[in-house]
T-cell receptor
Framework: GQNIDQPTEMTATEGAIVQINCTYQTSGFNGLFWYQQHAGEAPTFLSYNVLDGLEEKGRFSSFLSRSKGYSYLLLKELQMKDSASYLCAVMDSNYQLIWGAGTKLIIKP | DGGITQSPKYLFRKEGQNVTLSCEQNLNHDAMYWYRQDPGQGLRLIYYSQIVNDFQKGDIAEGYSVSREKKESFPLTVTSAQKNPTAFYLC?????????????FGPGTRLTVL
């Protein structure tokens, strides 16, 4: 079966750095997406990785290792507004997105 | 402004009633999707459409129906056959299906069946 695993909840301090991990087992791979979702709102696109390595976009970076079935989202200089759920999704061989349950990130002052 | 709209944001229905959730996009996207989100679970695909007048079942299509008569619109009907319809419903669109394009989401409709 297809499976996406990410931690249920993480807590970090304002101004710090946090890494949210995602491991996956899917039938085929056409890329990995990270989305941010504030409570009760729509997911918004953060990043897309299809090749191994690190993609940096401002305070957010995303890493992919296809051989390990592993990705992480790195958030630097955390701000209170970063409190949200972070969703990992993998596009399988049929170009369908398989979604993880999301990681709820709590930022404390 | 281009975007995806869903209405209403909150919807209450009595058990046994059908209800239709609206999704409209003016992004000129070919592909549209309906997902269901429940606490502690990933988004689950209900139906998707890659082109007007065509749609396919997703992983949890039972108890739901859709239509795609216009490119801009992809309404979802939650029928009385859906055993546990209370959930947060998200509509998304994408430039074209069967590609690695990014999916963009509407604001969602929270359906509560009493």
């Amino acid at each position: 079966g297809q499976n996406i695993d990410q931690p249920t909840e993480m807590t970090a301090t304002e101004g710090a750095i946090v890494q949210i991990n995602c491991t996956y087992q899917t039938s085929g791979f056409n890329g990995l997406f990270w989305y941010q979702q504030h409570a009760g709102e729509a997911p918004t696109f953060l990043s897309y990785n299809v090749l191994d390595g690190l993609e940096e976009k401002g305070r957010f970076s995303s890493f992919l290792s296809r051989s390990k079935g592993y990705s992480y989202l790195l958030l630097k200089e955390l701000q209170m507004k970063d409190s949200a759920s972070y969703l990992c999704a993998v596009m399988d061989s049929n170009y369908q997105l398989i979604w993880g349950a999301g990681t709820k990130l709590i930022i404390k002052p | 402004d281009g975007g995806i709209t869903q209405s209403p944001k909150y919807l209450f229905r009595k058990e046994g009633q059908n209800v239709t959730l609206s999704c409209e996009q003016n992004l000129n996207h070919d592909a549209m999707y309906w997902y269901r989100q429940d606490p502690g679970q990933g988004l689950r695909l209900i139906y998707y459409s890659q082109i007007v007048n065509d749609f396919q079942k997703g992983d949890i299509a039972e108890g739901y129906s859709v239509s795609r008569e216009k490119k801009e619109s992809f309404p979802l009907t939650v029928t009385s056959a859906q055993k546990n319809p209370t959930a947060f419903y998200l509509c998304a669109s994408e430039t074209s299906g069967g590609s690695t394009d990014t999916q963009y989401f509407g604001p969602g409709t929270r359906l509560t069946v009493l």
